[in-house]
């Protein structure tokens, strides 16, 4: 009896045991599929962050829409999202929280000035798993699931410019007035030829090499860190020594670095303490800001640049050292009101609406000198004045590209507002009222003051194209932005020639005598025109300052590929 009432016990366990079989199985393969959805989706927005990155952010013109390009390449991959909130893209930048402890753990904040990644967050709705379909006939359960993912990448993309004229047309005649002028702002003994001043022009300089010859030479600079190398304090003579030591002998076979070097830091340099942080700004987050030490820039700029913050808010005195015939030796007084400014960095403008990487020429006043005498005949007293505001040049937009195909790069420039007049202050420091001109005729018996004034400038900015393939098209080309009212020193000068204003004074007494006035004009055209031009502009040129002009260069760029941070 016993056995009977146990008949089909096993067949009922084996039932109980094969549900819960098929149960399990339906759970793992519900749990595999939704598994894999996930996985499907976290590709979807990994796929759309970097591919987002490649073209929107610091890669991409301003107000660029970054959920355009993914959308774009979330169809690519199959998704296609049901709704708005169903695929979300948005720029913002990523920090380290503190909370882990630096480099441990990534944030991404959205919005804010330095908008160089992309975020991409997508959604989707799956059918839940079998058995919650069937509980969900005896209870309330969701007959769907929302699934999830979220992809952050930053694609970097930087660039160096600077802006300031360069020396590659200098000739012979004009490297006596350089030598002069720099070994008045350094206090050095240089006496390059033309030769040499082309090779430190055309000589490039690595803010990595800089770091490792300060650091050998016992300034305190952290390896690797641009933060610190721009912040170190250091003497006149150790940033030159090393800006020398760090040019490549190879860039220079018309120049003896070691002789220039000597020339550069004998005793007498100036021992102002200066940090290249005055002549050099980074704008990057700091999770990318030491890539700027790949970045390059310009010999002669940087050795000029150090000049002038060293002698800045000083009065500079030199003769010209060139002498014009009937002209004597000219004479400079020079006045830096700012140095010039070298940037590296992030287009585009941040939330402030201010340019992240800007650059400026160099802001000065400065008098140049000079006589015209034939002895108890005639003396031309003569005098150009100059007061230059400061040229900008701003990082528009870089356009990134595949590896080794060009980047286009674009850069609004604004030449700086220049006064050219006739006479001399009676103090480059302050500038105000001119002595002008003086024409003494007859050791005096006849006196004709001269004066004119020209203002050079006033242009609206100018964008600037290049497109180069880095690194070999790097320093790139010059590219200039003129001002409508002169476009050249010449114009400046020929300008001033329409506005002459001129008294004429016999024994003191005021008498208009044109005669004497077309003729003393005649006189003065190609002796100012001289000043300038052999005195004045290169002079100009050595400081990076054009009148109604502004060269820029486009010195580094660096756009690598996106990656995947978060």
């Not at 033309?194 to 300060?214: F, I, P, Q």
């Not at 721009?230 to 003896?256: E, K, M, R, Y």
Request: with cysteine; charged share 15%.
């Amino acid at each position: 009896m016993g056995r009977e009432r146990q008949r089909g016990a096993i067949g009922v366990m084996a039932a109980v045991t094969l549900l819960l079989a098929l149960i399990c199985l339906a759970l793992v393969i519900d749990t595999g599929r939704l598994y894999y959805e996930q996985r499907k989706l976290q590709r979807v927005a990994d796929m759309a962050a970097l591919e987002t990155a490649t073209q929107s952010g610091m890669c991409a013109a301003s107000n660029s829409d970054p959920r355009g390009y993914a959308l774009s390449s979330a169809a690519s991959n199959g998704f296609v999202p049901a709704t708005s909130s169903d695929l979300v893209a948005t720029l913002g930048s990523i920090s380290f929280d503190d909370e882990y402890g630096k480099d441990s753990h990534r944030v991404f904040t959205p919005g804010g000035d330095l908008q160089d990644s992309v975020e991409v967050r997508v959604s989707r709705s799956v059918p839940s798993s079998l058995v919650l379909n069937v509980a969900s006939v005896f209870g309330d359960f969701p007959a769907t699931t929302q699934l999830g993912a979220r992809a952050v990448a930053r694609r970097t993309a930087m660039a160096g410019i600077s802006a300031g004229t360069t020396l590659a047309s200098l000739d012979s005649s004009q490297s006596p007035l350089l030598n002069n002028l720099l070994n008045a702002l350094l206090g050095s003994n240089l006496s390059l030829n033309a030769a040499g001043y082309r090779g430190l022009a055309n000589a490039n300089v690595s803010l990595l090499g800089l770091s490792d010859n300060l650091r050998a030479a016992g300034v305190d600079v952290a390896a690797g860190s641009v933060e610190s190398l721009l912040g170190a304090q250091a003497t006149l003579a150790q940033l030159l020594g090393a800006t020398v030591d760090a040019v490549d002998p190879s860039q220079v076979l018309d120049l003896d670095t070691t002789l220039l070097r000597n020339q550069l830091i004998k005793t007498g340099v100036q021992s102002a303490t200066v940090t290249l942080g005055s002549i050099l700004s980074v704008v990057a987050p700091e999770s990318v800001q030491d890539e700027a030490l790949q970045g390059k820039v310009n010999a002669l700029d940087l050795i000029t640049a150090l000049a002038m913050v060293a002698n800045k808010q000083h009065a500079v005195a030199l003769n010209a050292g060139v002498n014009l015939g009937g002209l004597v030796s000219a004479k400079i007084n020079l006045w830096i009101i700012e140095p010039p400014q070298i940037a590296f960095g992030y287009p585009g403008k941040g939330s402030n609406g201010q340019w992240r990487t800007q650059v400026r020429t160099a802001a000065l006043r400065a008098n140049v000198a000079g006589a015209v005498e034939l002895p108890l005949v005639l003396r031309i007293d003569l005098g150009l004045a100059l007061d230059v505001a400061q040229g900008t040049a701003a990082l528009d937009t870089i356009a990134c590209a595949g590896v080794g195909k060009p980047v286009s790069v674009e850069v609004q420039a604004l030449p700086g507002i220049a006064r050219l007049q006739l006479g001399t202050y009676a103090s480059p420091q302050t500038g105000g009222t001119l002595t002008p001109i003086k024409v003494s005729v007859l050791s005096g018996v006849a006196d004709v003051e001269v004066g004119a004034n020209a203002v050079v400038g006033g242009a609206d900015s100018t964008t600037l194209k290049y497109k180069v393939t880095p690194p070999s098209g790097l320093p790139s080309e010059v590219e200039g932005a003129s001002s409508q009212l002169s476009q050249s020193l010449a114009n400046a000068l020929n300008t001033l020639g329409s506005t002459l204003v001129v008294t004429t004074k016999v024994a003191g007494i005021p008498v208009p005598l044109g005669w004497l006035v077309a003729d003393v004009l005649k006189l003065l055209t190609p002796a100012i025109s001289a000043l300038g031009t052999v005195v004045l502009d290169p002079l100009l040129r050595l400081l990076g300052v054009g009148l109604g002009t502004i060269d820029v260069r486009l010195i580094d760029l660096q756009t690598g590929g996106a990656e995947l941070l978060i």
